[in-house]
Nanobody, 123 residues
Framework: QVQLVESGGGSVQAGGSLSLSCAASGYTYCMAWFRQAQGKEREGVAA???????IYADSVKERFTISEDNAKNTLYLQMNSLKPEDTAMYYC????????????????????WGQGTQVTVSS
């Protein structure tokens, strides 16, 4: 396992942008962002593999961009054109083995989790 620390959440009006970061204590092969809205189950947002392959949930395609800086062991999520329905606690997750990116990996595939950062989008 690695230690993960998210930052960058906050409040923004609909149509605005936010950028999240997740600093890992060591190298990882696969990382992802999940989110959990109040009263709902946690859902996958985006994932990235160690060779840079990415996959997104349909609800965030064309609006969110996942990226990583391997030299800094840091994961990012650039969120543009935010909608009220994007309001949730956002979590980063990681694993030290590769992951299949033909579909969005479920949370059971990850063994390291951050504490979460709140994103609130007002209409």
């Amino acid at each position: 396992q690695v230690q993960l620390v998210e930052s960058g959440g906050g409040s923004v009006q609909a149509g605005g942008s936010l950028s999240l970061s997740c600093a890992a204590s060591g190298y990882t092969y696969c990382m992802a962002w999940f989110r959990q809205a109040q009263g709902k189950e946690r859902e996958g947002v985006a994932a990235i593999g160690n060779f840079g392959g990415t996959i997104y949930a349909d609800s965030v395609k064309e609006r969110f961009t996942i990226s990583e800086d391997n030299a800094k062991n840091t994961l990012y999520l650039q969120m543009n054109s935010l909608k009220p329905e994007d309001t949730a606690m956002y979590y980063c997750a990681a694993r030290r083995t590769s992951c299949y990116l033909g579909e969005l990996p479920s949370e059971v595939h990850f063994d390291s989790w951050g504490q979460g950062t709140q994103v609130t989008v007002s209409s």
